[in-house]
């Protein structure tokens, strides 16, 4: 057995206790630190930093199909002015441009100095990751990147290809040292093993996104097999896909938008990228956060007690198991159809 199954076996078996160790957390929880805007603020990770618990996404608050330019740059400051510094984003969401537009809102008002600025690589090679950072240092118009991720890391020979001779991880590395980057991470919303394979990968790991949400503890379930592992590790755990990834678990399954929140936002994460694309959803998650108490144990489980029926067969949570989930660069890269449906 090599050094790495090793290390994966011993990551697959904390799904048995690892619930056990979100009581780690109990400092994140616990954390009254807020910010001018009244938004709570949660560690990140190991590094002495503290976040918004509640992060921006680059994709839906730049969708150029719903918002026009001028409102994704308004929405974007508003979120920032009433207190939410995590911004997400990644070099191919909406073929750039919402790099280009979080770039623009940032400039103004010196707002880039005021957030926690997370983008993504896609690519998988040196060559590709260094061409997709100074993109997105153009775009973003910015001298870093204080997070770093790769993205969508959700086939099982990513973690290989990205760590092989002229794999993306030489860039990273190299744009860590040179203060490009202050941080590395890497994203997946597939399959927690995928997940625990890049984690037994020789990364210097600071925060990982992934999927969380009321019914993952039920199906394929990261909140069990991977956030203990990043809570032992002092890794900060980024939480997305809170309502399924399309809304499904509040417009199908009936579970209320504050619970799903709530849900999620009690676990030991340090922020949730939250799909913001109108300020109307950004009044009402701010609201939420704002008014945020924990969950105690026994709300905790009459929801999850509710979701039960509905969760096992993963329709809620499709992103696990469809390629139409897949964005269309990875898709690309491993030989598929980019207008895969299934």
């Not at 918004?52 to 199909?65: D, F, I």
């Not at 941080?183 to 984690?199: A, C, E, N, Q, V």
Request: net charge neutral.
């Amino acid at each position: 057995m090599t050094t790495e199954q090793s290390n994966r076996r011993e990551f697959l078996q904390t799904g048995a206790t690892g619930i056990a160790a979100l009581s780690l957390a109990s400092g994140v929880l616990a954390n009254d630190q807020r910010n001018a805007g009244n938004v709570p603020l949660r560690t990140f990770g190991s590094t002495g930093k503290t976040v918004s618990m509640l992060a921006l996404g680059g994709h839906s608050s730049t969708n150029p199909k719903k918002l026009s330019e001028a409102e994704s740059l308004r929405l974007i400051q508003r979120a920032v002015d009433e207190g939410i510094t995590f911004m997400d984003n990644a070099w191919d969401y909406h073929d750039g441009e919402a790099e280009e537009r979080m770039g623009k809102a940032l400039t103004e008002g010196g707002r880039r100095d005021k957030v926690f600025l997370m983008t993504k690589v896609c690519g998988r090679t040196a060559r590709e990751a260094l061409s997709n950072l100074e993109d997105s240092l153009r775009r973003l118009r910015t001298d870093h990147i204080d997070l770093w991720q790769f993205h969508e890391i959700v086939y099982d020979n990513d973690p290989d290809w990205i760590f092989a001779e002229g794999g993306a991880i030489q860039t990273a590395l190299k744009a860590l040292k040179d203060g490009k980057v202050s941080y590395l991470g890497f994203t997946g919303h597939k399959d927690p093993s995928i997940h625990l394979k890049m984690l037994a990968k020789p990364g210097p790991w600071s925060a990982v996104l992934m999927p969380l949400n009321v019914m993952d503890a039920h199906y394929r379930s990261f909140q069990k097999q991977v956030l203990p592992e990043l809570v032992r590790r002092g890794i900060a755990p980024l939480a997305m896909k809170s309502l399924g990834g399309n809304g499904s678990i509040v417009s199908k399954a009936g579970i209320p938008v504050e619970d799903a929140l709530r849900y999620v936002l009690s676990l030991p994460i340090a922020t949730l990228v939250s799909g913001i694309d109108s300020e109307a959803v950004l009044d009402q998650n701010l609201k939420i956060v704002r008014e945020f108490r924990p969950l105690d144990e026994e709300e905790r489980r009459t929801i999850e007690r509710r979701t039960l029926a509905l969760a096992g067969d993963g329709r809620y949570e499709l992103f696990k198991s469809s390629k139409a989930f897949d964005g269309p660069v990875h898709r690309k890269q491993h030989g598929f159809d980019t207008q895969a449906s299934g």
